[in-house]
């Protein structure tokens, strides 16, 4: 073979090879374009409807929302599937069904907008599908939740007493389904009597069509605003209780204050009362008047009624205060009879 003829074939294995390389650098550089700049399919339909939640999956924060993503409306892919796109978009919240009945437009705006805020620029996005979508439930659930938030906001607008400042659930519903066929859902509620008072029901009436389809009911434990005495200082057994030595604190109690509280001045301490302890009934008394008659004083029995007085000496057997029941011997009769110490110092006897 001359150097012609190898020089010839030379360049038809050059011609033959460049090609397929060619082709192996561009489909290279193509994925690796592709690995570079990931991209989104989000295909829209026209209407979606959204399954209802598990019960009691909702929280009272979140009693009337009802969250859908992004992947309960569209069908995702990723570019390249293995590269988590796909998956970071299918958990973006759209929006929630926040009543009964509700349906909620989504439109293409809106999808770019909620990918960006979550790191997908609309770049990277391909839409295709419908121009807007409808969005609704298929089967709604009242959630225990649900009703106690309702009692509570008709307990703020209608207090269950003047003193009432905190109602908090002890006894709390069960969960409420709605078929879809369910519409124009509304609610009727009632403050129902309660044996305890320190207890508030509210029964809570499911209205569909203007018919009740189901009832449920919410009680609440109440706490009411009340005034106690709290002791400044040490204050001695037989000290008389004053705005010195006690200052009235506002506080919440389990119970309704009396009707006729009032401050205790004016009475006395029973027994030792330690600085910052709280005064109780049975701690305080009634200051007692002086002394008015002592044992074996001579005393008027009198007895007077309309158009009658009868009076007469007698002896006490023990000393007494105005308004107590003593013990007095009559000086004519000798007869012992029991009768009650007027401020005067005369004695009425007790038939």
Partial sequence: MNSKTANIIIIIIICLATPAQFCRVSANNKTNDSQKDPTLKVYLPREVTIKDTCPGSQTRDNAFGVPFRLGQVGIIRGNPPENGLAAKASEIILGQISKLGQEIVIDRKMVLSRLACNGIPASKVILKGAEQITVRQQRQTISSGEFVKLASSFLEQNPPGASVCQWNPIRMPKDFFIGETNKDIKFSLRLVHSSIRSQARVEIGVLSGGKRIGVREVTFQLKYNCHRAVALADIPIGVIISPENVKIEKTVS?????????????????????????????MLGPVKSSIIVKRNQNVVIRIQRPGLLVTAIGKTMQEARAGEYIKVRNADSQRIILARVNEDGTVEPIF
């Fill in 254 to 282: 389990d119970y309704p204050e009396p009707v006729d509280w009032r401050p205790p001045y004016g009475l006395l301490a029973k027994r030792p009362l330690p600085a910052n302890t709280v005064l109780r009934p049975h």
